[in-house]
């Protein structure tokens, strides 16, 4: 059960510090999921866009891993990131490590950013690398989680 377990939770990716994961954590590259993490309903944010820039200017390689067969190219150039997998088969440990390779670093020094806790979360802390939990509160996914879950104490609906 422990492997479902992220290192870290957050409700966005702008709310990651990056000067724990760099100074405290030794971390030296991030692997993003896409959909959901990166690209929320086909959007990617200012704040998203910012954390991306400032994570390259702190030296950290950044790569994307997606199980998605397709990955707006739009999106991918307004990222400019330019080691991505998709189709990537997560949570598999095998694409993590291809990826880690990929980013001349080891493991344990790579971080995976993620808003899924089976694909992410579990890929990740099989690879061996830090796992770090986007839970966002404004998808429709957890929404629906969340209202199913009122309906049952006799909320009818959430905004
Ligand atoms: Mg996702």
Redesign the pocket.
Known sequence: MKYFVPSETYQKISDISLDYLINDKKIKGLIF?????LSIRKKISIETLNFIKKSKERGLKISVL??NIHLSKALIKILSINTIKKFAFKPLKQPFLKMAKRMKLPPQKIAVI???RI??ILGANRAGMYSIYIQNMNSFLYKRKISKNLKHIGIKHID
């Open positions: 999921d896409f959909d959901g993490t997606s199980n993620g808003n899924n694909s992410d």
